[in-house]
């Protein structure tokens, strides 16, 4: 069946990266993007960005320029998102979604989330 | 970024009821956007994309509405499992953004 699969919990300390996996399986990878979205304590869900898997492509929600990486890992189906100079504030729930029903971007296939907990 | 807002914050009604959750873009996004439900402890569930196509497997009693900058989506005979918190998501820009979300409660 179609499902992404994330790497499990994560605990940093402040200043520190974190990088989670999310394995794709069940569908065409390079035929979606995949895009990663968080949710604080508290907070709604935020966009991080999105990869395309078929060029390597990437955009950036502003917010994160300069800060996050998403990449293709050279285990087939999988994607990278690293998030560099940690702070408390990035503690949250990290998903993995697929885009589909383009143009419309509506992610219809998550990952079960990754917990990243940042504290010194 | 385009901004969203959701009305109302929080709900609670009764199995068998009628809802009705507002979205408004701060700029037109045409017909671009999606709802979702989100229980705690799992994902996010797709439900409704391009405003008013209903997605696959998600129960009729779910319907989106609207274009331009108000959308709405309604739940038309409220079951114990609707609770949750239902977001909008407008995919006009690249960067996708969020509505701070509605909170459904079963009475």
């Known amino acids: 069946q179609v499902q992404l699969v994330q790497s499990g919990a994560e605990v940093k300390k402040p200043g520190a990266s974190v990088k989670v996996s999310c394995k794709a399986s069940g569908y065409t990878f390079n035929g979606h993007y995949m895009h990663w979205v968080r949710q604080a304590p508290g907070q709604v869900l935020e966009w991080l960005g999105r990869f395309n898997p078929s060029s390597g492509g990437t955009d950036y929600a502003e917010k994160f320029q300069g800060r996050v990486t998403m990449t293709r890992g050279t285990s087939i189906s999988t994607v990278y998102m690293e998030l560099s100079r940690l702070t408390s504030d990035d503690t949250a729930i990290y998903y993995c979604?697929?885009?589909?029903?383009?143009?419309?971007?509506?992610?219809?296939?998550w990952g079960q989330g990754t917990v990243v907990t940042v504290s010194s | 970024d385009i901004q969203m807002t959701q009305s109302p914050s929080s709900l609670s009604a009764s199995v068998g009821d009628s809802v009705t959750i507002t979205c408004r873009a701060s700029q037109t996004i045409t017909k671009y956007l999606n709802w979702y439900q989100h229980k705690p402890g799992k994902a996010p569930n797709l439900l409704i994309y391009a405003a008013s196509s209903l997605q696959s497997g998600v129960p009729s009693r779910f319907r989106g509405s609207g274009s331009g900058t108000d959308f709405t989506l309604t739940i038309s005979g409220l079951q114990p499992e609707d609770f949750g918190t239902y977001y909008c998501q407008q995919s006009f820009t690249t960067s996708l953004t969020f509505g701070p979300g509605t909170k459904v409660d079963i009475k």
């Open positions: 979604a697929r885009g589909s029903w383009e143009p419309f971007d509506a992610l219809d296939i």
